[in-house]
């Protein structure tokens, strides 16, 4: 049995963000391409996934993995931790009883968020830029540390965090959503069958977990399409930069595209997000039940 619970949240966490990545990455690669794409570009989602597989590949689909796996897994980790450090607080605060209220919930589900935003946001940038570049030879980036070298060098920690303010939006309000509705639907299950967390089974954790996934998109997903924009933009007028904030992305977004500029990619994110986290859940609950006993 592990006593150390800040281990256990960090490992449950890595291992459920591992398998969120290796389930959920072509599907991701198919949203950030639609949401960054000039309109016009592809006319569906199967012509997304047409194109890229006759002109780049069946691997094309994983493009950028190696960043995503090493730092999704390290997002997830840190989200975990937090988010279960700060349900045992206001665990505290209850005198003792598990069962939180919502706010509670959501709180604790932002608070996981906001953490890890700090690694999501240059993560997520430098594989969308991995995800978007052009498949022509030399690339413009070899890799994730020639991407994030490259970057760095010409623009500094500043490039490096490019679309740091969409992302801290979407972490805080996202992952309040998300872990909200997912403890919400376990604490009500263990209360209905009169039982403990651990003997809710697995299943139920995928259930709940694709429940999740919905929460998460469907209270952030604009955000998600203008960080998306900023983190493909350029990085100075010099270079083609089209937004200079969020606030003035959401304005041009909204003035060239309206409201279907705000949901391009949202077919492929909905069709990935219960596989994608259902398995993130099944594998984190399943780790941190075998570590606990």
Same mark, same amino acid.
């Given at each position: 049995?592990?006593?150390?619970?800040?281990?256990?949240?960090?490992?449950?966490? =890595?291992?459920? /963000?591992?398998?969120?990545?290796?389930?959920? %990455?072509?599907?991701?690669?198919? $949203?950030?391409?639609? %949401? =960054?794409?000039?309109?016009?570009?592809?006319?569906?989602?199967?012509?997304?996934? =047409?194109?890229?597989?006759?002109?780049?590949?069946?691997?094309?689909?994983?493009?950028?993995?190696?960043?995503?796996?090493?730092?999704?897994?390290?997002?997830?980790?840190? %989200?975990?931790?937090?988010?279960?450090?700060?349900?045992? *607080?206001?665990?505290?605060?209850?005198?003792?009883?598990?069962?939180?209220?919502?706010?509670?919930? *959501?709180?604790?589900?932002?608070?996981?968020?906001?953490?890890?935003?700090?690694?999501?946001?240059?993560?997520?940038?430098?594989?969308?830029?991995?995800?978007? %570049?052009?498949?022509?030879?030399?690339?413009?980036?070899?890799?994730?540390?020639?991407?994030?070298?490259?970057?760095?060098?010409?623009?500094?920690?500043?490039?490096?965090?490019?679309?740091?303010?969409?992302?801290?939006?979407?972490?805080?309000?996202?992952?309040?959503?998300?872990?909200?509705?997912?403890?919400?639907?376990?604490?009500?299950?263990?209360?209905?069958?009169?039982?403990?967390?651990?003997?809710?089974?697995? /299943?139920?954790?995928?259930?709940?977990?694709?429940?999740?996934?919905?929460?998460?998109?469907?209270?952030?997903?604009?955000?998600?399409?203008?960080?998306?924009?900023?983190?493909?933009? /350029?990085?100075?007028?010099?270079?083609?930069?089209?937004?200079?904030?969020?606030?003035?992305?959401?304005? $041009?977004?909204?003035?060239?595209?309206?409201?279907?500029?705000?949901?391009?990619?949202?077919?492929?994110?909905?069709?990935?997000?219960?596989?994608?986290?259902?398995? =993130? *859940?099944? *594998?984190?609950?399943?780790?941190?039940?075998?570590?606990?006993?």
């Amino acid at each position: 049995m592990v006593k150390n619970q800040t281990v256990v949240d960090l490992t449950s966490g =890595t291992v459920g /963000g591992i398998a969120q990545v290796i389930v959920g %990455q072509p599907f991701d690669l198919v $949203k950030v391409r639609m %949401q =960054t794409s000039p309109p016009g570009t592809y006319k569906s989602t199967m012509d997304v996934v =047409t194109t890229v597989f006759k002109n780049e590949g069946p691997l094309a689909f994983y493009k950028g993995t190696l960043t995503p796996l090493l730092g999704i897994g390290l997002c997830v980790s840190i %989200q975990f931790a937090a988010l279960n450090s700060t349900k045992r *607080f206001f665990t505290d605060q209850n005198n003792g009883s598990p069962m939180l209220s919502y706010p509670q919930l *959501f709180c604790a589900g932002a608070v996981a968020g906001l953490s890890n935003s700090i690694v999501s946001g240059p993560v997520e940038h430098v594989r969308i830029r991995l995800q978007t %570049q052009a498949s022509t030879v030399p690339l413009a980036y070899a890799g994730p540390l020639d991407c994030i070298s490259k970057i760095y060098k010409a623009n500094g920690l500043a490039g490096i965090f490019k679309g740091q303010v969409p992302t801290l939006w979407r972490e805080g309000v996202g992952y309040g959503s998300y872990f909200f509705a997912y403890e919400a639907l376990m604490q009500r299950h263990m209360r209905k069958e009169n039982i403990t967390r651990s003997e809710v089974s697995p /299943g139920f954790a995928v259930l709940y977990g694709a429940a999740a996934g919905y929460g998460l998109w469907f209270s952030i997903y604009p955000f998600d399409v203008i960080k998306s924009k900023i983190q493909t933009d /350029g990085f100075s007028a010099s270079s083609g930069r089209k937004y200079t904030s969020m606030l003035d992305a959401f304005r $041009k977004v909204w003035a060239q595209q309206g409201v279907a500029g705000f949901t391009r990619g949202l077919g492929p994110t909905l069709i990935r997000s219960p596989f994608a986290n259902g398995a =993130t *859940f099944l *594998f984190a609950e399943l780790t941190m039940r075998s570590m606990s006993e």
